[in-house]
C-alpha cells in the first residue's frame, strides 16, 4: 500500500537478512485518516459519544468558574467588612431591646469606620384603604438613618433616600420586592402603613448584603416614632471596619452593642452567606463533573465498539497489508492512529461545544467569561487518553490476525 518502503529482499555482500516495511509519521496519520473517511456516519456517532462529555466538562467548569469570578467581583466591591449585630432574646425568650446610643457605642471602637442602624416598626402595611387589613402582602416596616445605603453599598433605582429634609416626614422607601408586592411602580404613589397613607419617595435596588430589606417599607427614625409607635430603639446594627480589623471588632461588637448583655446580641457577617454560596456551586460543579466524566467514559466505549467492529469488516485488508510486508507493530499502530483521530475529532468538537455554551450563559447572566486553560486541555488530553486506552484491544486484535485467515475471511 502506499507509503510503505518495499521489504526489501535483498542479500548483501555482508548476508544483511530481510528488512520489515515502515511507515513515516504522515504516511500513518494518513492511513489511520482513510479509515475514517470510508465510515463517515459510524465515525460521526461514536464521536458525538466524545464530544458530549467534553462539551458537558468544559462548560461545568466554564460555568463555575465565571461564576465565581463574579461572586467575588461583586464582594469585592460589595466589601467583607460588614458586620451586622442583631437584637435577640434573654433566656427567657423574650426579645431584647438594644439601648437607643447602641450606634454611638459602636463608634467607639477604634477600627470601626462606619455605623448605622434600623428598628423593626409594628405596622400594617396595605396598597389602600379599600384592600382588607389582614391582606398586607408580606411587608414589613423598619425605621432607618440617612446613612444606612451608604453602609451597605446599597442604590436607589427610581426616586430619592431617606435624608434630613426627609425622614420626620409621612414618606418611605420601598425595597425592591415590597413595591412590586405592593404594585408600586414609581415614586410619589401612596401606600397605607396602618390608618395614614405615606408617600412613596423612592424605590432600592435589591440590596446585596442585606436582602431582607428587600421586602421592607423603611421610614425615618423621626417619623416612625411620631406616626406610627416606635420606642426608637434599634434592632440591627450595621458596622464597617477596616479588613484587618474584621475579626477583632467581631469579638467585642456584642458587648459594645449590649454591655452586660452580649449574650443575647447575634454578631454576623452577610458575606459569608455569598462565600458559602461559592462553597455549594464548588460542590455541584463536582458532581456535574463526574456527570461528565460518566457521559466520556460511554462515549470510549462507543468508540472501543467502532474500532472492534472495523476490525472486523476490514480482515481483508490487514491480511493483504501483512501479505505485502507491514509489520504486526505498523498494524497496531494504524488502529490505534484511528482511535486517537475519532477521540481527537470529538474532544476538540467538545471543547467548543464547552466554550461556546459557557459563553451563551455567562453573557446571559452578565458575567464574565472565564474558562481555564486547564479544563479545555485537560478535557481534550482525556479524549486521547480515552482514544488510546478504546483502541488498544482493537489493534492488538488486529496485529494478530494471520496474514492467510484473514485474506481468506469472507
Known amino acids: 500500500m502506499t507509503g510503505h518502503r518495499t521489504a526489501a529482499a535483498r542479500t548483501s555482500r555482508g548476508g544483511r537478512g530481510l528488512k520489515p516495511s515502515r511507515l513515516a509519521a504522515g504516511d ?15 465515525v460521526v456517532l461514536s464521536a458525538l459519544g466524545i ?35 442583631e437584637a435577640g432574646e434573654d433566656p427567657l425568650g423574650n426579645d431584647v431591646v438594644l439601648p437607643k446610643n447602641a450606634v454611638a457605642m459602636v463608634e467607639r471602637i477604634g477600627p470601626v469606620r462606619h455605623a448605622t442602624a434600623t428598628g423593626e416598626v409594628d405596622t400594617r402595611i396595605r396598597r389602600s384603604d379599600v384592600v382588607p387589613e389582614e391582606r398586607t402582602a408580606g411587608v414589613t416596616t423598619q425605621a432607618a438613618r440617612p446613612d444606612l445605603l451608604a453602609a451597605l453599598g446599597a442604590e436607589v433605582d ?9 425622614e420626620r416626614l409621612p414618606v418611605t422607601v420601598l425595597g425592591s420586592i415590597a413595591a412590586k408586592r405592593l404594585g408600586v411602580t414609581a415614586p410619589g404613589e401612596k401606600i397605607m402603613v396602618n390608618d395614614r397613607y405615606v408617600v412613596v419617595v423612592g424605590i432600592l435596588r435589591p440590596v446585596e448584603l442585606v436582602p431582607t430589606l428587600d421586602r421592607v417599607a ?10 406610627f409607635g416606635f420606642n426608637g430603639h434599634p434592632t440591627t446594627i450595621f458596622e464597617r ?40 456551586d464548588k460542590g455541584l460543579t463536582a458532581l456535574m463533573l463526574g456527570l461528565g466524566a460518566v457521559a466520556l467514559l460511554v462515549g470510549g466505549v462507543g468508540v472501543a465498539n467502532t474500532m472492534v467492529i472495523s476490525v472486523l469488516e476490514r480482515r481483508q485488508e490487514i491480511g493483504l497489508r501483512r501479505a505485502i510486508g507491514a509489520t504486526r507493530g505498523a498494524i497496531r499502530l494504524q488502529f490505534l492512529t484511528e482511535s486517537l483521530l475519532l477521540s481527537a475529532l470529538g474532544g476538540l468538537v467538545g471543547v467548543v461545544l464547552g466554550a461556546v455554551a459557557t459563553w451563551a450563559f455567562a453573557q446571559a447572566q452578565g458575567w ?18 480515552i482514544g488510546m486506552l478504546a483502541g488498544l484491544y482493537p489493534a492488538i486484535r488486529a496485529s494478530r490476525l494471520h496474514p492467510t485467515v484473514a485474506l481468506n475471511a469472507s
Do not use: C, Q
Request: aromatic fraction near 4%; glycine fraction near 10%.
Open 158 to 166: 427610581r426616586g430619592v433616600w431617606l435624608n434630613s429634609a426627609n
Open 241 to 280: 471596619s477596616t479588613d484587618a480589623s474584621v475579626e477583632d471588632v467581631a469579638a467585642v461588637l456584642a458587648r459594645s452593642v449590649n454591655p452586660g448583655h452580649e449574650g443575647t446580641v447575634k454578631v454576623s457577617r452577610p458575606s459569608d452567606a455569598l462565600e458559602a454560596k461559592a462553597t455549594t
Open 28 to 42: 500513518i496519520l494518513r492511513v489511520g485518516a482513510v479509515g475514517l473517511r470510508a465510515r463517515r456516519t459510524r
Open 218 to 227: 423603611m421610614v425615618g427614625f423621626p417619623a416612625a416614632e411620631r406616626y
Open 51 to 85: 464530544a458530549i462529555g467534553i462539551a458537558t466538562m468544559v462548560a461545568v467548569v466554564g460555568l463555575s468558574t465565571s461564576s465565581r469570578a463574579d461572586l467575588m467581583a461583586r464582594l469585592d466591591r460589595l466589601g467583607t467588612n460588614l458586620l451586622t449585630a
Open 368 to 385: 464574565t467569561t472565564v474558562i481555564p486553560a486547564w479544563a479545555a486541555a485537560g478535557g481534550f488530553g482525556a479524549t486521547l487518553v
